[in-house]
């Protein structure tokens, strides 16, 4: 996990804790045994990790364990095709409809196409559009694409990503489903290069290995249109990650994507391995690794934790918010406003020496997980150089509830590291809403948890940030 301020790191945490206890019961489903390798898995693994917007990554469970990314690798290499030919070329050898069958169907549409890049059969396609377009391909040829190919990978995930060759050998050695595919789409013209080839290729894809930790960052780079945010560096165009979003939106999660999409509502890819990856535009990635898979192909503590996220966390992608998309509106210390003129002469130039130590954090739109994650880390990386927090609120239009307890949580923490957290909260929008909750659900609410001190104006914050610093002025 990356080091970040304990306290809140583990309030993260403790929310992917608790959905992580929630799914460890789920014993059902069964590990994939069609490939032999994968059958090897360890089926009560889990893990479950988050990559922010900007590149920082919280991980619980088992984020260190290397599984093969099978078909959540087939974004990505749709991804590169699209690069390498552009859309019209693309879109002539692969469709864009959901199938409304199992991955390994043989699926084509009316012109004898894949019907999408997310079924077994899209993903030779696009495989086979990155080698050269000859009947004849030399292995150096396959080598030198595929090195190609983990030099993709390895950028979007911000490590240099390793392949499994027993998974590999165990894929070549059983694809014969995989074989009847694309001999199928080479009899009907679709590839245009050696099937065995592009077979080749398509199985050492599926067998590099990642962690939950890769999958975040893959899926955080999808969601902001191409740019990994923990390296800086554009992988893919913006216009190339709408397309990935979109069709893992609709064709994720194969026979199962109407439902996925209804009650998750992120667009997420599945492989065999047990993983799933996540990417919540603009937002989040999200990865989770679980074995054991349910009748569609998907890890069902895998799905079941996605639900939770959603639902828990408000990360639905089409939850209704009036988003300004620019959480924090201005960061100031208390140096824009006048010392109070009920002090003495002595206590005001105290106080005038010390304006840099109280700080102001004016926030607007409306507050979801993801934002107040954000602004978190934002006073974390402050927090030194300031002994008093302000949060002022009066333009927050929605506080929804997960948001709600991470503010009071957050506060909580800074408190027990000896700061001082006052709200500026004119329309008691924390409060009414902790009291809603806890009316409704039977949670925690005002009644039992310690809220920050709240003011109903500015000029009230300000004072007892003054009154506070005075506490500490020489006598």
Not at 110 to 126: D, V
Not at 357 to 367: F, I, M, S, T, W
């Amino acid at each position: 996990m990356t080091s970040l301020t304990e306290g809140r790191t583990s309030l993260v945490a403790g929310y992917l804790q608790h959905i992580a206890d929630q799914c460890a019961g789920d014993r059902s489903g069964k590990v994939a045994d069609y490939i032999p390798e994968l059958a090897a898995a360890d089926p009560e693994q889990y893990g479950l990790s988050l990559c922010a917007h900007d590149g920082y990554i919280y991980s619980v469970g088992d984020t260190a364990t290397e599984f093969t990314i099978q078909s959540m690798s087939k974004p990505l290499t749709y991804a590169m095709a699209l690069g390498e030919h552009g859309p019209d070329i693309v879109d002539a050898k692969i469709g864009l409809e959901p199938s409304g069958e199992a991955f390994n169907e043989i699926s084509v549409d009316s012109r004898r196409r894949p019907r999408n890049p997310m079924i077994n059969a899209g993903a030779i396609t696009a495989a086979s559009l990155l080698l050269p377009q000859d009947r004849e391909v030399r292995a150096e040829s396959v080598d030198e694409v595929f090195a190609e190919l983990v030099e993709f990978y390895s950028a979007c995930a911000g490590r240099v990503l390793t392949i499994d060759d027993d998974v590999y050998r165990s894929e070549k050695s059983t694809g014969s489903r995989n074989r009847a595919i694309a001999y199928m789409l080479d009899s009907f013209g679709v590839i245009g290069t050696d099937p065995d080839a592009a077979l080749d290729l398509y199985f050492r894809q599926c067998s590099l290995r990642v962690t939950t930790d890769d999958l975040a960052v893959i899926g955080i780079t999808i969601a902001c249109g191409g740019l990994n945010p923990r390296t800086g560096r554009r992988v893919f165009s913006r216009r190339t990650a709408q397309r990935l979003l979109s069709v893992m939106t609709t064709c994720g999660m194969y026979d199962g994507a109407g439902d996925w999409v209804t009650s998750v509502g992120i667009p997420a890819k599945s492989g065999v391995g047990g993983g799933i990856l996540g990417s919540l535009p603009g937002q989040l990635g999200i990865g989770v690794f679980s074995p054991r898979l349910d009748d569609h192909g998907n890890s069902v503590r895998g799905v079941d934790t996605c639900r939770h996220l959603s639902a828990d966390l408000g990360l639905h992608m089409f939850n209704i918010a009036r988003d300004s998309r620019v959480t924090i509106r201005s960061v100031y210390d208390i140096g824009e406003f006048e010392v109070g003129p009920r002090w003495t002469g002595t206590h005001r130039a105290y106080l005038r020496g010390c304006r840099d130590r109280a700080r102001v954090y004016e926030l607007q739109g409306d507050l979801t997980f993801s934002d107040v994650e954000s602004v978190l880390r934002r006073i974390d990386r402050d927090i030194d150089s300031c002994d008093i927090v302000i949060v002022e609120i009066s333009r927050v239009d929605v506080i929804d509830p997960v948001a709600r307890r991470m503010v009071v949580g957050g506060g909580l923490s800074l408190a027990e590291r000896g700061k001082r957290v006052l709200l500026v909260d004119p329309d008691g929008a924390l409060r009414d809403g902790l009291s809603r909750l806890e009316e409704r659900t039977g949670l925690p609410g005002v009644s039992k948890i310690e809220l920050p001190h709240m003011y109903s104006t500015m000029e009230e914050a300000v004072a007892a940030a003054e009154s506070i610093q005075l506490e500490g002025a020489p006598q």
